[in-house]
């Protein structure tokens, strides 16, 4: 933000005379400090909520095709193990 009495356009102190703030700089603002933390805790929650979603979806799959095709519980024990394994490769992938 440049002041009205300099002319070069270069940002300089704000009417405050605070300096300007620097590109990805945290804002002065009570709790700012808490925001990639907390962008890092919704990842972690998204991840988990994905994980255990996804391993509900295919148990109840495997549970429909069980009473479908009379395999009970062999398609419920194979969906919810592919899904585990599944999960945990992607984890993995994403986060190391």
């Given at each position: 933000m440049s002041t009205s009495n300099d002319p070069s356009g270069l940002p300089g102190p704000d009417q405050a005379g605070d300096a300007p703030e620097a590109e990805g700089s945290i804002p002065n603002?009570?709790?700012?400090?808490?925001v990639g933390e907390q962008r890092?805790?919704?990842?972690?929650?998204?991840a988990g909520l994905q994980f255990g979603l996804t391993i509900c979806v295919f148990?109840?799959?495997?549970?429909?095709?069980?009473?479908?095709?009379?395999?009970a519980p062999w398609l419920l024990v194979a969906g919810v193990l592919l899904s585990f394994f599944g999960g945990t490769v992607s984890l993995i992938k994403k986060y190391s």
């Open positions: 603002v009570p709790g700012a400090e808490w890092e805790v919704g990842k972690a929650a998204g148990a109840v799959a495997g549970l429909w095709l069980d009473e479908r095709l009379g395999t």
